[in-house]
């Protein structure tokens, strides 16, 4: 009886265990971010809540659990109140291939990487629903500008991940991982072509600096998420600080050798490189101006993904010759 | 077309260039104190709230006539043994008060001068509004030390 | 057929970039700006009214009030104004005293200006904090000067309120050079950026006519090509004892602007290295309960970083003026702002308005 019905539990531990991960990573990547960012700034960040403020996220969810929730007049409910669900779902199911190990990983999908990539952009939905739902021209605004953006860094993204695929032969993310055994894909010149476009168009894919149009503090006020507070702000919050472990992660797996390391343990060396990949866009985001959106739509159509086509056919070039 | 490969590549090159200078500043030692753990160092001339020595006092009103926001009140009266002015009340408005520091300057026997408190909140608004300059204790609750001018250092950071 | 509405955005009172409490009602098509209407008076304070019921010495914390980024030079304006009117004679060592405190100043107001500039760009706070790192020397130098970090009402019709405090003028040559290295870092940050070159260049752009037309003045001038400053063209003060000059921007675009104060900051660096070394003996402090009874009336000007502030005092005899206009330069740099962001995107109205560096506080008055 217990046997029949261990497969199912087997699986609800796993996502129990998905859920918590996101949450504490989410919780850190805030106070990393707050950290790195205080350090470029020559300030200290928080310090006063635990030891060296580490303690701080946990104290800013508790006040975000305890806050009012505000509805704007005029808002269109049920866009407005689904909004945070679509934003935040979305990254929680990419970890289904996320390979952490050898065998630690919830479900090796044979087209893993696709998944990933569908999944994740289902995000912009519920950024334009955020947008639409707010009754807020800034938010309406934003909302536009996401919409946009994210439609044409999907294209570059996408390419560049074809490149990956077309070395490794194969979709699903663990044979990725598997592939790069002999050398770490961005060690060659043409996927290390195409790590810099994918990075380039992932952060874009998260709004991150120099990409961050849609919620253009300077501009917008907050953008899409302007109206939102207490807790549905903060699935805004988790969403984009999720998301930005998904694109290092991928980043990691599908360029750096993924789980692959000299010695154990592999989940090891698979957080370490994501890490890596997570304060190096940190440390961008505290140092770059925002681009314009025309700029930012120009750059996507008319740099990288050209760049990105060449880099397909050279690769499939390669390819060819070695046989 | 080889404009542009140029300026991408400059651009990347800006754009490092940038990244090391955040890199470089990463390492530099914090610039911020630790606000209500560690307190700057006042300055000698720094002016915070007003304060009075009312043994000092001669009640010649000239403070309160070059306050510019009538933030001083005085009434006085002459002692007929000694035929001295004294004040009788002196009452601070420490809502009104600009911090300008022309009473100190205005002052002729330095009774009245701005003394190192900036931490200047109260709980009660009518607190703050009547402020009685001629009792010894008045700011007792803000400073825990005796306000003096007391620092000449620059070393206002540690 | 498609029927279009614009859409129109209330950008402030409150808003991340609008310096203060300024309200811009902007008229869009999609993102593009089809008109932009500023409207002011959030921050009034009724400020000229006041001086017609204070002595001039009494009005000098207002002028801290005016423009609160340059209080310094404020204080100078006024005092300047009132010596004219009474033909009062300063102490050498106070004439330059003042102009060391107003080139701090002005590098303070222009370090605050550029590192906003940049995050309205987007930059977020990495250069604002490095420029105001930069401007806490400052302030320090003025705390230990005066006794506050903002509001100074140091400067006295007469002279100045104390001289210098023993050691601060070894902190003001520990500066200078501090200041120079650190603007080279800054400038390898921001200027040659390409993502703030893209932001920044050919946008806005203000031609010289349009700038003289509209009564433009100070870096915002002089971004537009055209080479007007009065410590070179009017001197006050001992400005045309020193040897310095004046950098002028080519196109009147948001980059010339923000080159232009940063270029700036070099001159006035220059300068007090200058005024420093010369420094003569004297005394520099002026009473303060001097009585002035001003009869008749009189305009004097100066060049406040933001440009020419003017006071235009007319007196009855009394010792309150019987009138005190203030020229405030960001009323006429705002005034602009709608004639340039005209078929611009928001982006670039945020930019552009950045670029001007108003200060609410002397708009409002």
């Excluded at chain 3, 930059?123 to 790192?133: I, N």
Aim: with cysteine; glycine share 6%; aromatic share 10%.
């Amino acid at each position: 009886m217990i046997a029949h019905y261990l497969p199912y539990l087997k699986l609800l531990l796993k996502g129990v265990c998905v859920l918590s991960f996101i949450a504490v990573s989410a919780m850190f990547l805030i106070w990393l971010e707050r950290k790195v960012s205080a350090k470029v700034q020559n300030r200290l960040g928080p310090m006063i809540t635990g030891p060296h403020g580490s303690l701080q996220s946990i104290a800013d969810t508790v006040k975000l659990l305890l806050k009012e929730n505000i509805v704007p007049s005029g808002a269109d409910r049920l866009t407005w109140w689904l909004a945070p669900f679509f934003v935040t779902v979305p990254p929680v199911t990419a970890f289904l291939c996320m390979p952490f190990g050898p065998t630690f990983i919830v479900r090796d999908l044979n087209v893993g990487i696709l998944f990933i990539c569908s999944i994740t952009s289902i995000c912009v939905l519920g950024i334009f629903m955020a947008g639409w739902g707010s009754n807020n021209k800034y938010s309406l605004l934003g909302g536009m500008r996401s919409a946009a953006q994210i439609i044409s860094y999907e294209v570059p993204l996408l390419l560049s991940a074809l490149v990956v695929i077309m070395e490794a032969g194969t979709l699903s993310m663990q044979g990725i991982v598997h592939a790069q055994e002999p050398c770490w894909f961005f060690l060659k010149p043409n996927l290390f072509v195409a790590f810099v476009i994918y990075l380039i168009s992932a952060t874009a894919e998260v709004n991150r600096v120099p990409f961050d149009i849609p919620e253009a503090e300077s501009e917008l006020v907050a953008g899409y998420h302007t109206e939102y507070s207490g807790m549905k702000f903060a699935m805004f919050f988790v969403a984009e600080y999720t998301n930005l472990f998904i694109i290092s992660a991928v980043a990691a797996s599908l360029f750096l050798g993924g789980w692959l390391g000299p010695i154990r343990p592999s989940a090891g060396w698979f957080l370490l490189k994501a890490y890596v990949v997570i304060a190096f866009l940190m440390w961008i985001r505290w140092t770059l101006p925002r681009v314009r959106m025309d700029q930012m739509m120009s750059f996507a159509w008319k740099v990288l993904t050209p760049v990105a086509l060449l880099n397909v056919l050279v690769t499939g070039w390669l390819l060819v010759a070695k046989g | 077309m080889f404009k542009m490969i140029t300026y991408v590549f400059s651009g990347l090159l800006s754009i490092l260039k940038g990244l090391g200078i955040t890199w470089n500043n990463m390492f530099r030692k914090a610039v911020t104190l630790q606000y209500p753990l560690q307190k700057p160092v006042m300055t000698e001339r720094f002016r915070g709230l007003v304060d009075l020595i009312p043994e000092k006092c001669i009640a010649c009103s000239q403070c309160v006539k070059i306050c510019p926001t009538a933030a001083l009140d005085l009434t006085s009266a002459v002692n007929p043994e000694t035929k001295k002015k004294s004040p009788c009340t002196f009452v601070f408005n420490g809502e009104l008060c600009c911090f300008c520091g022309l009473c100190q300057e205005v002052c002729p026997t330095s009774a009245i001068f701005l003394n190192n408190i900036y931490e200047a909140a109260y709980y009660k608004h009518e607190d703050m509004l009547k402020i009685d300059l001629l009792k010894v204790d008045k700011y007792a609750h803000l400073a825990p030390k005796k306000a003096c001018p007391c620092s000449k250092t620059s070393e206002t950071r540690k | 057929m498609m029927e279009y509405e614009e859409l129109i955005i209330n950008m402030g009172p409150q808003h991340p970039s609008t310096h203060g409490v300024l309200y811009l009602e902007l008229k869009l098509d999609g993102e593009v700006v089809l008109d932009c209407r500023p409207n002011i008076g959030y921050l009034h304070r009724s400020i000229e009214k006041i001086a017609e019921n204070r002595s001039f010495v009494q009005f000098m914390p207002f002028t801290d009030r005016l423009d609160y980024l340059a209080s310094m030079n404020n204080n100078l304006g006024l005092c300047l104004t009132v010596e004219k009117l009474m033909n009062i004679a300063v102490s050498p060592r106070a004439q330059y005293l003042r102009v060391i405190i107003a080139e701090l100043n002005r590098i303070a107001s222009h370090l605050f200006a550029v590192s906003t500039f940049a995050q309205d760009l987007g930059a977020f706070a990495t250069p604002l904090f490095y420029a105001l790192r930069d401007r806490e020397k400052i302030i320090q130098i003025f705390d230990h000067i005066c006794g506050q970090r903002l509001t100074y009402n140091y400067m006295r019709v007469g002279g100045v309120s104390g001289d210098l405090p023993a050691g601060v003028d070894a902190l003001i040559k520990e500066y200078i050079p501090y200041q120079r290295k650190m603007l080279d870092e800054f400038e390898t940050l921001l200027t040659g950026n390409v993502i703030f070159c893209a932001r920044s260049k050919n946008i806005g752009v203000l031609s010289k006519e349009t700038a003289i037309k509209y009564g433009v003045t100070g870096p915002n001038l002089r971004a537009s090509g055209y080479k007007w400053d009065l410590r070179k063209d009017e001197p006050y003060l001992v400005y045309d004892k020193f040897d310095f000059d004046i950098p002028t921007g080519e196109n009147g675009d948001s980059w010339d602007r923000y080159i232009v104060r940063i270029r700036e900051i070099r001159e006035s660096l220059k300068i007090i290295e200058q005024a420093l070394g010369g420094l003569p003996e004297g005394d520099p402090v002026a009473k303060v309960n001097k009585v002035f009874r001003p009869n008749g009336e009189t305009y004097m000007c100066t060049e406040n970083p933001r440009g020419e502030l003017g006071f235009y005092i007319v007196g009855d005899g009394n010792i309150f003026p019987y009138r005190l206009k203030i020229r405030a330069p960001s009323f006429s740099n705002l005034s602009v702002l709608s004639a340039m962001v005209k078929g611009l995107n928001i982006s670039d109205t945020v930019c552009a308005l950045g670029s001007l560096d108003i200060v609410m506080g002397e708009i409002d008055r």
